[in-house]
């Protein structure tokens, strides 16, 4: 297969330490993380139960996200461009629990 720049695969995160890291057992509704100015990257890991992402300030709900991260399995994304004209990333990412329970740990690099 031929990869182009819209095919990158992650094999492993970066080998620089972590900028920040979030561990929460209590998501229920959703949960808005500030990402650090020099975030390219987050790991994010859905420890028993779904995780829904949605870039930005706006809130994740059931009905309006931008990403799936299974249930007890850790994905990872770059950052994406928010503003074309001045190549701005976005600066913050919301998540929410697609069942009780759900545990999400996210790692930014």
């Known amino acids: 297969m031929r990869k182009t720049q819209l095919q990158r695969f992650i094999l492993s995160t970066p080998a620089v330490p972590a900028l920040e890291e979030t561990y929460d057992a209590t998501i229920s509704s ?21 995780i829904l992402l949605k870039w930005g300030t706006g809130d994740a709900i059931t009905s309006d996200f931008d990403e799936v991260i299974n249930l007890n399995t850790t994905r990872q994304f770059f950052i994406p461009v928010q503003d074309t004209g001045n190549n701005l990333l976005y600066t913050a990412v919301n998540f929410i629990e697609q069942a009780a329970t759900a545990i999400l740990a996210v790692v930014e690099k």
């Open 30 to 50: 959703s949960t808005e993380l500030t990402l650090n100015a020099a975030t390219t990257l987050i790991e994010v890991s859905a420890i028993d139960k779904t």
